[in-house]
Every structure is written in structure tokens, then in C-alpha cells.
Antibody, heavy 117, light 110 residues
Framework: QVQLVESGGGAVQPGGSLNLSCSVS????????MHWVRQAPGKGLEWVAF????????NYTDSVKGRFTISRDNSKNTLYLEMNSLRVEDTALYYC??????????WGQGTLVTVSS | QSALTQVASVSGSPGQSITISCTGI?????????VSWYQQHPGKAPKLMIY???RRPSGLSSRFSGSKSGNTASLTISGLQAEDEADYHC??????????FGGGTRLTVL
């Protein structure tokens, strides 16, 4: 079955960095685009970034452009999110999700990022 | 693209039908037919319920249906059941090749 497992979350001070990973199984990772979506405590979902199946196209929400980098290693079935210059407002549960024809169809359980001094 | 607009909460009694709306869907070709809905129980990951405005994933109950009129998409749940109590989020692909979510609607089954 399709599984997505995020890791790498934790507590960091403002201005710090974190690297998230999303390990997938149960499908051919190299054939699917992938997303990162976040959810601040008690808030709605916010789309963060997208990467095409081959890694050659990447999109970001405006608030993370220049600070976050999405990438993937198809040989390791793993999606990444490098987060730099973290802000308090980046505090959230970060989900990875698979995309099929513009729809996010499978989601992981999320990894918590807390940015606080 | 600003976040899509959803009412914060709705409620209904078991057996009733409720509709959750999502306003601000792009009116151009970019996102017009790429609206999806997600159910999220507390502490759980979102689950896809409706995609491409009105299509249901395989195996999903027909009690869940989606539609769109103008810039507003809607999720209707008929024959409400206790397990339907959850947060519901709409999402749309946009003309700028990004994705946008609504703020979420909490459904309470009375």
C-alpha cells in the first residue's frame, strides 16, 4: 500500500535551519510529482512547495521563496525540504503528499517544526 | 493567490444533509476544474474525498458529493453519520501553477 513517512522535524530558533525528509513506498516514486503542505497549530492547510516527478520543475508559495528548497532523490524514494532562515510563522506540522493530475491523493502523517526563541 | 474562503463551522443532525462551500476558485482555465476536498479527523492526516470538482476516489461513500458554480465549489454530505464529524478542507490548482487551500470547515454532528 502507499505509504509516506516524514521525518526531520524539531525545535529550532528563528534564523535557524532544518531539513525534512519524506520516505515513500508502495508506488513508483519517480513517476509522481510531490508536494509539501503545512498546517500551523489550530489552522488550515497551506500549500508550501511542489516538485515534478523528474525534479525539473519546482514551485513555491511566496512566503518561502528564497528560504526553502524542495528536492528529491528518485533512487532513494525520498522527498526533501531544506528550510533556512526559519521564522516563528513557519511553525507547523509539515506533510508530504503525492500528486496525481493536480490532486494530492495520498498524505503522510506529518512532522512537527517548531520555531521559537 | 489568496486562500480560498470557507465558513468556519457547520453542524447537522444524524441523517441530515449539509453543504460546505468554498469561495474564490480561479475562474480561468488554470484551476477551474481542479477542485478537491479533504477530510481531516483530529490528529490525523488529510484524506482525499472529492477531486476534479465532483469525482470520488474508488471506494468512497456516495454520501459525499461535490459541485461548482461560478467561483464557488461545494461539498455535500448526505445522511450524516457520527464518523463524518471532522474538518473539511477545499483546495484548488491555480492559474499561476500553484495550489491554494481554504481555511477549513469544522463539521459537528449533533
Amino acid at each position: 500500500q502507499v505509504q509516506l513517512v516524514e521525518s526531520g522535524g524539531g525545535a529550532v530558533q528563528p534564523g535557524g535551519s532544518l531539513n525534512l525528509s519524506c520516505s515513500v513506498s508502495g508506488f513508483t516514486f519517480s513517476s509522481f510529482g510531490m508536494h509539501w503542505v503545512r498546517q500551523a497549530p489550530g489552522k488550515g492547510l497551506e500549500w508550501v512547495a511542489f516538485i515534478r516527478y523528474d525534479g525539473n520543475n519546482k514551485n513555491y508559495t511566496d512566503s518561502v521563496k528564497g528560504r526553502f528548497t524542495i528536492s528529491r532523490d528518485n533512487s532513494k524514494n525520498t522527498l526533501y525540504l531544506e528550510m533556512n532562515s526559519l521564522r516563528v510563522e513557519d511553525t507547523a506540522l509539515y506533510y508530504c503528499a503525492r500528486v496525481v493530475a493536480k490532486t494530492l491523493d495520498y498524505w503522510g502523517q506529518g512532522t512537527l517544526v517548531t520555531v521559537s526563541s | 493567490q489568496s486562500a480560498l474562503t470557507q465558513v468556519a463551522s457547520v453542524s447537522g443532525s444524524p441523517g441530515q444533509s449539509i453543504t460546505i462551500s468554498c469561495t474564490g476558485i480561479s475562474s480561468d482555465g488554470g484551476g477551474y476544474n481542479y477542485v478537491s476536498w479533504y477530510q481531516q479527523h483530529p490528529g490525523k492526516a488529510p484524506k482525499l474525498m472529492i477531486y476534479d470538482v465532483s469525482r470520488r476516489p474508488s471506494g468512497l461513500s456516495s454520501r459525499f458529493s461535490g459541485s461548482k458554480s461560478g467561483n464557488t465549489a461545494s461539498l455535500t454530505i448526505s445522511g450524516l453519520q457520527a464518523e463524518d464529524e471532522a474538518d473539511y478542507h477545499c483546495a484548488s490548482y491555480t492559474s499561476t501553477r500553484n495550489w491554494v487551500f481554504g481555511g477549513g470547515t469544522r463539521l459537528t454532528v449533533l
